[in-house]
C-alpha cells in the first residue's frame, strides 16, 4: 500500500530558529514529490521536487529529494510567525494520482 | 490572480440528504480533483477528472459519490445519500497540463452531516 510518512507530526520553535521537516514515502510509479503549506483552509502549493540532490529554494524555503532512500526534508531558516502553519508532503504517482501525508504541525513562537 | 472557487463554504445537512459541492475551476486548467479533510485527518484524494471523464478514483470515492462538468466553467461533486461520517472539508483542485502536480485548491466546502 502507498504510503507517505511525515515526521514529527508537530514542532513548536522560535521566531529565527532553523527547521527541517521529514517526509518519506512508499508509492509505486512515482512520478514526483510535492510540498505544500495549508495555513486556515486550502492548501498552498511550495515545491515540486522530481530529482534526486537537485535543492528547490524560495526565499527562506528550500527543499530536496532523495530517490534512493525515498525521503525529502524541507527546511525553513529564520523563522518567522508567519511561517506557522501545516506543512502537507505529498507524492504524485504516474496515473496522477497524489498521495497526502497526515502533515507536520509547525508553530513559530514570538 | 486567477483561483479557484468553492460554494457553499458550510454546508449543514441531514443524514440521507444529497449534497451538491460546487467549484468553479481556474479557467485555462485542464485537470480537476476533489479532495476531502476529516477534521484532525490527513488531506484524503477522492477523484481526479480530465477530458471529461474520472480519470482516477479513491475507494472511498464509492456510488454514493459521483463528478460532473455540467457546463464550461463549473465542476460539482455530488453526494448521493450523506453519512455521518462524509462530515468533512472537501477542497476542489485543478491544474494545468504543464505541472500537473502543482495544484491550485480552492477554500473549501466545509460539509456538516448531522
Known amino acids: 500500500e502507498d504510503k507517505v510518512v511525515q515526521s514529527p507530526l508537530s514542532l513548536v520553535v522560535h521566531e529565527g530558529d532553523t527547521v527541517t521537516l521529514n517526509c518519506s514515502y512508499e508509492v509505486t510509479n512515482f512520478r514526483s514529490l510535492l510540498w505544500y503549506k495549508q495555513e486556515k483552509k486550502a492548501p498552498t502549493f511550495l515545491f515540486m521536487l522530481t530529482s534526486s540532490g537537485i535543492e528547490k529554494k524560495s526565499g527562506r524555503l528550500s527543499s530536496i529529494l532523495d530517490k534512493k532512500e525515498l525521503f525529502s526534508i524541507l527546511n525553513i531558516t529564520a523563522t518567522q510567525t508567519g511561517d506557522s502553519a501545516v506543512y502537507l508532503c505529498?507524492?504524485?504517482?504516474?496515473?496522477?494520482?497524489?498521495?497526502f501525508g497526515k502533515g507536520t504541525r509547525l508553530h513559530i513562537l514570538p | 490572480e486567477p483561483e479557484v472557487t468553492q460554494t457553499p463554504s458550510h454546508q449543514v445537512t441531514q443524514m440521507g440528504q444529497e449534497v451538491i459541492l460546487r467549484c468553479v475551476p481556474i479557467?485555462?486548467?485542464?485537470?480537476f480533483y476533489w479532495y476531502r479533510q476529516i477534521l484532525g485527518q490527513k488531506v484524503e484524494f477522492l477523484v481526479s477528472?480530465?477530458?471529461?471523464?474520472?480519470?482516477?478514483k479513491s475507494e472511498i470515492f464509492d456510488d454514493q459519490f459521483s463528478v460532473e462538468r455540467p457546463d464550461g466553467s463549473n465542476f460539482t461533486l455530488k453526494i448521493r445519500s450523506t453519512k455521518l461520517e462524509d462530515s468533512a472539508m472537501y477542497f476542489c483542485?485543478?491544474?494545468?497540463?504543464?505541472?500537473?502536480?502543482?495544484?491550485?485548491f480552492g477554500e473549501g466546502s466545509r460539509l456538516t452531516v448531522l
Open positions: 479557467s485555462n486548467h485542464l485537470y
Open positions: 505529498a507524492v504524485e504517482r504516474g496515473d496522477d494520482k497524489i498521495i
Open positions: 483542485a485543478s491544474s494545468d497540463a504543464r505541472v500537473p502536480g502543482e495544484l491550485f
Open positions: 477528472f480530465y477530458n471529461n471523464e474520472i480519470s482516477e
